[in-house]
C-alpha cells in the first residue's frame, strides 16, 4: 500500500511539473506587438513585444529596414503603409503586422516653415536655370494645394503667374508654347501677394482666353517672404474649391516677373524641347 501511494505521489508530482513546464513556456514565449504614433511625415513605433533580444522592422515603404526596438521612421509621402514587426529570442521568432496610415503635415501659412522640414521637393530647377525661382515643395491637403517656394536674393514676387493643371489633363486648358512637353493649364493666377485674379481658360488650347472667376483674396493665402539660408522664402495656398474634379495629380508652372511685366524667373525652367509642368500629388 505504502508503495502504491508512492507512486501515485510520484506521478502526480510528475504531472504538476509537466503542465507547470507548458505554462511556463507559454507565457515566456516571444510575441511581437506594437504601437506608433504619426506626427506628419514622422512616425515613432513603440515596442510592447513579449520575450524578443532581436528587431526588424520593415517599414512599408522599400526603405532601409531597422534593427532598433523603438524606431523613428520618416516617410516622404502619404498613404496607407503596412509594417512589419519581427522579433526574435533564442531561436524563436514572432511576426506582427499592422497598417500605418500616415496623412502629411498640417500645413498652416503663416510664415513658420517648419511644417515643411520633412516635406520633399517636387521640383528643383537645375544650376543656372530658372532666374529667380529655385526649388518648390508642394503638399495637397484636403482643402488646399500648399506651395513652399524658394528663390534667389532677387526674388520679390512681384508678379506671378502660376498655371494650374487642375484636371491633370494636358490636352485640357492652355498648351503653352513655354511648356511644349506638357502643360494644359485650366487655370491662371496672376498678381502678387497684395492683390491678384484668377482666370479660367475658355478657349482652344492654344488661345490666351480667360475668364476672371475669382481674386487672389478669395482663393489664396500668402506667408510673409523671410531669408532660409541665403534664399528668399515664401509659403502660400490655393483652395481647392472651385477648381472642378481633381484626381491623382494636378501640375503646375510658376513665372515670376519684375514690376515692368519683364520675365525673370520661371519653375519649371521654360522654354526647352523638355519643359513641362511640374506635378503635385493629391
Known amino acids: 500500500m505504502k508503495n502504491k501511494l508512492l507512486l501515485f505521489f510520484g506521478l502526480s508530482f510528475l504531472l504538476l511539473a509537466t503542465f507547470s513546464c507548458e505554462e511556463d513556456d507559454e507565457t515566456s514565449g ?4 506594437f504601437s506608433y504614433v504619426a506626427d506628419g511625415f514622422v512616425v515613432n513605433f513603440t515596442d510592447f513585444s513579449q520575450n ?12 532601409e529596414p531597422s534593427v532598433q526596438s523603438n524606431p523613428t521612421h520618416i516617410y516622404n509621402r502619404k498613404g496607407d503603409y503596412l509594417v512589419t514587426l519581427t522579433v526574435s529570442n533564442n531561436g524563436q521568432t514572432s511576426t506582427f503586422q499592422d497598417s500605418v ?3 502629411g503635415p498640417n500645413i498652416k501659412i503663416d510664415g513658420d516653415f517648419t511644417d515643411w522640414e520633412h516635406v520633399p521637393y517636387s521640383h528643383t530647377n537645375d544650376e543656372g536655370t530658372g532666374g529667380t525661382l529655385l526649388a518648390v515643395k508642394t503638399f495637397a491637403s484636403a482643402g488646399a494645394l500648399n506651395f513652399y517656394l524658394e528663390g534667389t536674393q532677387d526674388f520679390s514676387m512681384a508678379v506671378i503667374d502660376l498655371y494650374l493643371d487642375a484636371d491633370n489633363n494636358p490636352e485640357t486648358g492652355l498648351k503653352t508654347w513655354m511648356y511644349p512637353a506638357a502643360a494644359g493649364a485650366d487655370f491662371l493666377f496672376e498678381g502678387n501677394p497684395s492683390a ?10 492654344n488661345d490666351w482666353a480667360w475668364n476672371e472667376v475669382a481674386t487672389f483674396g478669395e482663393r489664396m493665402q500668402f506667408s510673409a517672404m523671410k531669408t532660409v539660408s541665403g534664399k528668399k522664402v515664401v509659403e502660400f495656398s490655393i483652395k481647392r474649391e472651385g477648381l472642378g474634379t481633381m484626381k491623382n495629380f494636378a501640375n503646375f508652372a510658376i ?15 521654360s522654354k526647352q524641347a523638355t519643359s513641362k509642368f511640374a506635378q503635385i500629388e493629391l
Do not use: Q
Open 255 to 269: 513665372v515670376e516677373m519684375n514690376s515692368g511685366w519683364t520675365e525673370v524667373g520661371d519653375l519649371p525652367d
Open 52 to 63: 524578443a533580444s532581436e528587431y526588424l522592422w520593415d517599414f512599408g515603404d522599400d526603405s
Open 196 to 205: 491678384g485674379s484668377v482666370f479660367a481658360h475658355v478657349g482652344p488650347g
Open 101 to 103: 496610415y500616415v496623412l
Open 30 to 33: 516571444t510575441k511581437a506587438v
